[in-house]
């Protein structure tokens, strides 16, 4: 029972382009959202957030945005740099939830 | 100002040995949560504890998994005779106010591999 989605296991780009990665979920009760970033061996990363009254959330170079009606959300990176080359998860939860949901992350590839 | 501390970050057994894998919410955090990464997979919710109670443990197997909280010292997720399935990365998490609209802070994981 796959309640998150990251359907993408892996995408490469260019430095310097935009990244995107894309989240669905199935659970109309989640309110909050929330990208991780993940390296090899470390523990996951609070990258951004985004609650459910809003549709868009920027800090930086990262901003995710959030379609409730279609239950997806996604996460923009410009400029990408190579040192965001790591696994990305989204998760959500809801206000009466005790646990965050995870999708199976997807691997991001900026290549100089 | 430490993170979430997990130790030991690698843990080898035999089957049907215990592992203990032990974490140190950050400092003023009193809700810990426990997540289990298998290969290639995202995290899976185990369970979610304030000191000395369990909140929620619908993600725990029901049997040879436990965890607690106590007042004193880290939270402990225990393993009782392990088997080759239970190798995985094992992460926990703190937070300062219950789930929900709370954000969690990640240690780094305790890796375990059962020969």
């Known amino acids: 029972d796959q309640q998150v989605k990251q359907n993408s296991p892996s995408l490469s780009v260019q430095e310097g382009r935009i990244s995107i990665l894309n989240c669905d979920y199935t659970?109309?009760?989640?309110?909050?959202f929330l990208w991780y970033k993940k390296y090899p061996a470390e523990g996951p990363t609070f990258l951004i957030s985004?609650?459910?009254?809003?549709d868009k959330n920027e800090d930086g170079r990262f901003t995710v945005f959030l379609n409730k009606s279609a239950k997806h959300l996604s996460l923009h990176i410009v400029p990408s740099q190579p040192g965001d080359s790591a696994v990305y998860f989204c998760?959500?939860?809801?206000?009466?939830?005790?646990?965050?949901?995870f999708g199976s992350g997807t691997k991001l590839n900026v290549k100089p | 100002n430490a993170g979430v501390m997990q130790n030991p970050r690698h843990l080898v057994r035999r089957r049907g040995q215990e592992a203990r894998l032990r974490c140190s919410p950050m400092?003023?955090?009193?809700?810990v949560y426990w997540y289990r990464q298998l290969p290639e997979e995202g995290l899976k919710f185990m369970v979610y504890?304030?000191?000395?109670?369990?909140?929620?443990e619908s993600g725990m197997p029901k049997e040879r998994f436990s965890a607690e909280f106590p007042k004193e010292g880290p939270s402990i997720l225990r393993i009782q005779q392990v088997v080759r399935g239970d190798s995985a990365a094992y992460f926990c998490?703190?937070?300062?106010?219950?789930?929900?609209?709370?954000?969690?802070?990640f240690g780094p994981g305790t890796r375990l591999l059962v020969l």
């Open positions: 504890l304030q000191k000395e109670n369990i909140i929620d």
């Open positions: 400092k003023g955090h009193s809700h």
């Open positions: 985004i609650s459910s009254i809003k």
């Open positions: 998760a959500a939860s809801a206000d009466n939830f005790n646990k965050f949901y």
């Open positions: 998490a703190s937070s300062l106010h219950r789930g929900g609209q709370e954000t969690q802070y």
């Open positions: 659970n109309s009760m989640f309110d909050y």
